[in-house]
């Protein structure tokens, strides 16, 4: 079954306590992304990768880092989180590089609470 | 940044009636997608328009694209309670220049539909 599995779903943490969430996909797709959604906000770009080793960053990259080693996987590290990361995250995928009739396939998300 | 305006915000109707979301922008994108989403779920794929002019059905569902690529609507017939959900509409804009290129996703801000029975 194609899918994006992110881990872990909830996580609780303090502040200044790194963490990484993780999201892998099964698809072969080469593009994938990091969104975070807010109350009043919607979803917002974090990160991008077109491809294995390219990443760039999206419309809300502050506090985070990324990295693409391989393409199924692409880790959101959060070095030092703070509470105005607390959030919903959402890791997409979608095929091809660039190809704009492709939809993105989502993840179930991680609900993030830092204290 | 492109801004994707969404309306209603939100919006709740009675069985069997009909219904319209609007998503403007003032941006051309490469192609405007619809998703819908589930509370604690990720949002999943209804559409993609990528032609100006173009008008797709899923079964009650119509999605259209303007002729100038700025702006989409969604029209619900005989809305059902199953219907009921966030809609989201995103534009999808690719660049590409020298070195590399630019992909993303700019989501409007949703709209909440309650088809009551």
């Known amino acids: 079954e194609a899918q994006v599995t992110q881990n872990p779903r909830y996580l609780i943490t303090v502040t200044g306590k790194k963490l990484t969430v993780t999201c892998s996909q099964n698809m072969n797709h080469e593009y994938m992304s990091w969104y975070r959604q807010d109350p009043g906000l919607g979803l917002r770009q974090i990160y991008y990768s077109m491809n294995v080793e390219v990443t760039d960053k999206g419309d809300v990259p502050e506090g985070y880092k990324v990295s693409r080693k391989e393409k199924r996987n692409f880790p959101l590290i959060l070095e030092s989180p703070s509470p105005n990361q607390t959030s919903l995250y959402f890791c997409a995928t979608s095929p091809g590089q660039g190809r704009s009739r492709y939809g993105y396939t989502f993840g179930s998300g991680t609900r993030l609470t830092v204290v | 940044t492109q801004l994707l305006e969404q309306s209603p915000q939100f919006l709740s109707i009675q069985e069997g009636e009909n219904l319209t979301v609007y998503c403007n922008s003032s941006s051309v994108f490469s192609s405007l997608q619809w998703y819908r989403q589930e509370p604690g779920e990720g949002p999943v794929l209804l559409v993609t328009?990528?032609?100006?002019?173009e008008v797709k059905k899923l079964k009650r569902l119509t999605f259209q694209f303007g002729d100038a690529r700025k702006d989409s609507s969604l029209h619900i017939t005989a809305a059902q309670p199953g219907d009921t959900g966030l809609y989201l509409c995103?534009?999808?804009?690719?660049?590409?220049?020298?070195?590399?290129?630019?992909?993303?996703?700019?989501f409007g801000k949703g709209t909440h539909l309650i088809i009551q029975p």
């Open positions: 328009v990528v032609t100006g002019g």
């Open positions: 995103a534009g999808r804009l690719i660049l590409w220049y020298s070195g590399g290129g630019a992909d993303g996703l700019t």
